[in-house]
């Protein structure tokens, strides 16, 4: 069984309404980007495109790593507004778009203008953020430490 104290440390968050419209923005986008992957939705490809295409930059195997990523993304963008499991859901972002940065963007420099790092690299530094301070006041982790300390 889990230790108390390392499952306080996962939902455990700092108060304040600051992580809100941040985690709801950030949660948005990365829906709708997994969306693209997993569903063909928005303008996407769907699975077994978006499948192919890793594969072929040589992400291996392609549709497991279609399916990763786009869970990663779908289910994690979820979490993140509904603030539940802040922390771990948004290191597994982090981790995502450090992927997508190195794998897909970097070549083409900073600018999104030529496919570049820079919009990456902005849900980057907001996951990093949401893993560093927590989802905030108004979130299913602060309902779950409650419950939490109440026992």
């Known amino acids: 069984m889990l230790n108390s104290s390392f499952i306080a440390s996962i939902i455990t968050t700092?108060?304040?309404l600051?992580?809100?419209?941040?985690?709801?923005?950030?949660?948005?986008?990365?829906m709708a980007h997994g969306a693209q992957k997993l569903f063909g939705w928005f303008g996407g490809y769907g699975l077994e495109a978006t499948g192919?295409?890793?594969?072929?930059?040589?992400?291996?195997?392609?549709?497991?790593m279609a399916l990763l990523a786009g869970l990663a993304e779908f289910i994690g963008g979820l979490f993140l507004i509904?603030?539940?499991l802040t922390r771990p859901t948004s290191f597994v972002l982090a981790m995502t778009m450090v992927v997508a940065i190195f794998?897909?963007?970097?070549?083409?420099?900073f600018f999104?203008?030529?496919?570049?790092?820079?919009?990456?690299l902005a849900l980057l530094v907001v996951s990093i953020s949401l893993l560093l301070r927590g989802a905030g006041h108004v979130?299913?982790?602060?309902q779950l430490t409650h419950l939490?300390?109440?026992k």
């Open 139 to 142: 979130s299913l982790d602060q």
């Open 52 to 64: 192919q295409w890793m594969a072929s930059i040589g992400l291996q195997p392609g549709f497991a």
């Open 103 to 109: 794998s897909v963007h970097f070549e083409h420099g």
């Open 14 to 16: 700092k108060h304040g």
């Open 112 to 120: 999104m203008s030529n496919n570049g790092y820079e919009f990456a």
């Open 148 to 150: 939490s300390r109440s």
């Open 82 to 84: 509904l603030g539940l």
């Open 18 to 30: 600051d992580d809100l419209p941040i985690r709801i923005g950030a949660g948005v986008i990365f």
